[in-house]
């Protein structure tokens, strides 16, 4: 698990450094001195951060489990591909269908898959986390998400 913890780690903190050095290309806000910039960037640091904490833990000796081979068998390696592949569809339809409908689509999702089938959760969680997120970043922060479909309503 050694070698797994210090490449993962270095992944984490590369696709952290990554994250910053775009945020770079963000415009700033002159108004509320928080620009699009901050919370990605704060959630990078976090990532580099946790990174190179795994990466200590694994040259201390203190890694957890083994890593034999990757098999696509493997649920959890399943689990994975199909995150990615969701996280990706996410992405390539927040800006056409909006914010509000595919964060709630995907949180619905994603629950299912990692195992929660509670109805009653599946149907309140997502629209109030999706509510939550797109009233502090439209109304406090005043910072636009894709309204997509709803445009007319929002």
Request: glycine fraction near 10%; charge should be positive.
């Amino acid at each position: 698990m050694k070698v797994a913890d210090i490449f993962g780690g270095l992944i984490g903190i590369l696709i952290g450094l990554y994250a910053i050095w775009e945020g770079t290309n963000m415009p700033p806000d002159y108004i509320m001195k928080v620009g699009p910039s901050f919370f990605p960037s704060v959630l990078a640091g976090f990532l580099i951060l946790f990174s190179g904490v795994l990466i200590i833990n694994a040259l201390r000796g203190k890694s957890v489990g083994t890593v034999e081979r990757v098999k696509l068998s493997d649920k959890g390696v399943q689990r994975g591909l199909i995150t990615l592949a969701a996280t990706i569809v996410f992405c390539a339809v927040l800006e056409p269908v909006g914010f509000m409908l595919s964060s709630i689509v995907f949180l619905v999702f994603m629950m299912a898959l990692m195992g929660n089938r509670k109805p009653w959760q599946l149907l309140i969680a997502p629209p109030l986390v999706t509510i939550s997120v797109w009233l502090i970043f439209e109304k406090v922060l005043n910072l636009s998400m894709p309204a997509g479909v709803l445009a007319d309503i929002l």
